[in-house]
């Protein structure tokens, strides 16, 4: 069993296959589910709801330590990318309309002002996407007051968006000889103020218990499972490394990059060559596996993961296999596209200062999809 999965966390996501009977989606293959619009026949609907992990108790863990409730505000970057960039991988993005639910154990958490900052988070989000040419719409939101559900906060968000029948991407055209190219999840581009770890919405919970210091769970107890692992890390939050160029908490809280408008250029110019695009949030560098059928996904041109897999996978001895497996590990994006493109694929990337590169190519499979991984940590296959 992986570090990850005996903190309680499973990046198979294993169970909802129970709920695929009840659900209305066209195309199965596809990397989001996307239902026929009932009043017109030209259009499909995508409707998609994810939330942020357990990036708030890390922001909490901050609050508690310096008291300044800023800690909290990149959350709202991150709800809202995790949901529009996983509808922006079907070629969803017509006036994407989003609303948000934040549920908050008032005995523990300073509700108004962490609202209020969210706030301001969701408005700085909406004018960088506007900027850069997506007009996000917000339609309100909810709140819960859960004090003997939770032990600090959770924050997730839906979004719905329409598209013309023949821009949705399915990934049912992939085929032999298309490529991967990659975009990078850490670094700085052109649209944001700061540096990126790369980390985004996962592995959160392996990078706390093994990063953060013990002091921290017997100061604040409510910060982890009273009968689950506890912490182990020899980290303060504040602590500044080198290797990662930021403090360890802000490189856990590095909040996860907006793809959406370089996504959007792309298809813009190239949406006929672009097969697939996958958002690799949960399941990591696996999360190609949901998208299209019978496809062989080879990646052996991945970059040197970014530094905080790095010290993650060093501090809490998980096997690289299962890095692979939980971790974006430096791609966050992949665009799957007809290999006479790729280096204009790469030209656009570039032009928003966004990382990029060709990690690898799409071979035919029988009896479902299959992934190889080579890397410098070793070979690994996954189906």
Same mark, same amino acid.
């Given at each position: 069993m992986?570090?990850?999965?005996?903190?309680?966390?499973?990046?198979?996501?294993?169970?909802?296959?129970?709920?695929q009977?009840?659900?209305?989606?066209?195309?199965?293959?596809?990397?989001?589910?996307?239902?026929?619009?009932?009043?017109?026949?030209?259009?499909?609907?995508?409707?998609?709801?994810?939330?942020?992990?357990?990036?708030?108790?890390?922001?909490?863990? +901050?609050?508690?330590? *310096?008291?300044? $409730?800023?800690?909290?505000?990149?959350?709202?970057?991150?709800?809202?990318?995790m949901?529009?960039?996983?509808?922006?991988?079907?070629?969803?993005?017509?006036?994407? @309309?989003?609303?948000?639910?934040? !549920?908050?154990?008032?005995?523990?958490?300073?509700?108004?002002?962490?609202?209020e900052?969210?706030?301001?988070?969701?408005?700085?989000?909406?004018?960088?996407?506007?900027?850069?040419?997506?007009?996000?719409?917000?339609?309100?939101?909810?709140?819960?007051?859960?004090?003997?559900?939770?032990?600090?906060?959770?924050?997730?968000?839906?979004?719905? !968006?329409?598209?013309?029948?023949?821009?949705?991407?399915?990934?049912?055209?992939?085929?032999?000889?298309?490529?991967?190219?990659?975009?990078?999840?850490?670094?700085?581009?052109?649209?944001?103020?700061?540096e990126?770890?790369?980390?985004?919405?996962?592995?959160?919970?392996?990078?706390? +218990?093994?990063?953060?210091?013990?002091?921290?769970?017997?100061?604040?107890?409510?910060?982890?499972?009273?009968?689950?692992?506890? &912490?182990?890390?020899?980290?303060?939050?504040?602590?500044?490394?080198?290797?990662?160029?930021? *403090?360890?908490?802000?490189?856990?809280?590095?909040? *996860?990059?907006?793809?959406?408008?370089?996504?959007?250029?792309?298809?813009?110019?190239?949406r006929?060559?672009?097969?697939?695009?996958?958002?690799?949030?949960?399941?990591?560098?696996?999360k190609?596996?949901?998208?299209?059928?019978?496809? +062989? &996904?080879?990646?052996?041109?991945?970059?040197?993961?970014?530094?905080?897999? +790095?010290?993650?996978?060093?501090?809490?001895?998980?096997?690289?296999?299962?890095? &692979?497996?939980?971790?974006?590990?430096?791609?966050?994006?992949? $665009?799957?596209?007809?290999?006479?493109?790729?280096?204009?694929i790469?030209?656009?990337?570039?032009?928003?200062g @966004?990382?990029?590169?060709?990690?690898?190519?799409?071979?035919?499979?029988?009896?479902?999809?299959?992934?190889?991984?080579?890397?410098?940590?070793?070979?690994?296959? &996954?189906a």
């Amino acid at each position: 069993m992986s570090k990850y999965a005996q903190l309680g966390v499973d990046a198979k996501k294993r169970g909802v296959e129970v709920f695929q009977a009840l659900v209305d989606n066209l195309y199965p293959e596809a990397f989001s589910i996307v239902s026929q619009d009932p009043e017109f026949p030209d259009y499909m609907e995508c409707l998609h709801t994810d939330e942020v992990g357990s990036k708030p108790v890390q922001s909490y863990l +901050h609050w508690r330590e *310096t008291g300044d $409730v800023n800690w909290f505000k990149g959350l709202a970057q991150d709800v809202i990318a995790m949901n529009l960039d996983d509808i922006a991988c079907v070629g969803v993005l017509r006036n994407p @309309l989003f609303v948000d639910y934040i !549920a908050i154990n008032p005995l523990k958490v300073p509700k108004q002002k962490v609202l209020e900052t969210l706030g301001i988070g969701f408005k700085e989000c909406s004018d960088t996407l506007k900027e850069n040419g997506i007009g996000l719409r917000f339609a309100g939101g909810e709140t819960g007051d859960l004090p003997d559900q939770l032990r600090t906060l959770d924050i997730s968000g839906t979004i719905y !968006a329409k598209a013309k029948k023949n821009e949705v991407i399915i990934g049912k055209a992939i085929t032999e000889g298309d490529v991967i190219v990659g975009l990078r999840s850490g670094g700085k581009t052109k649209y944001e103020r700061k540096e990126n770890s790369g980390i985004m919405c996962n592995f959160i919970t392996l990078a706390r +218990h093994y990063l953060m210091r013990r002091e921290y769970e017997e100061k604040y107890p409510e910060i982890r499972d009273p009968d689950g692992k506890g &912490y182990y890390g020899r980290f303060r939050f504040d602590d500044f490394s080198d290797e990662l160029r930021m *403090t360890v908490g802000e490189a856990i809280l590095s909040p *996860t990059r907006f793809f959406t408008p370089v996504v959007s250029k792309i298809l813009e110019k190239f949406r006929p060559q672009v097969k697939g695009l996958i958002h690799n949030t949960g399941g990591g560098q696996t999360k190609c596996l949901k998208l299209g059928r019978n496809v +062989h &996904y080879v990646k052996d041109s991945l970059p040197n993961p970014d530094p905080i897999f +790095h010290l993650i996978q060093r501090e809490s001895g998980e096997e690289w296999r299962a890095m &692979y497996q939980g971790g974006n590990m430096g791609i966050g994006m992949e $665009v799957i596209v007809d290999p006479e493109v790729a280096e204009d694929i790469l030209s656009i990337s570039e032009s928003y200062g @966004l990382g990029a590169q060709v990690i690898g190519k799409c071979k035919r499979s029988s009896g479902g999809n299959r992934l190889t991984i080579r890397s410098p940590f070793g070979k690994f296959r &996954y189906a």
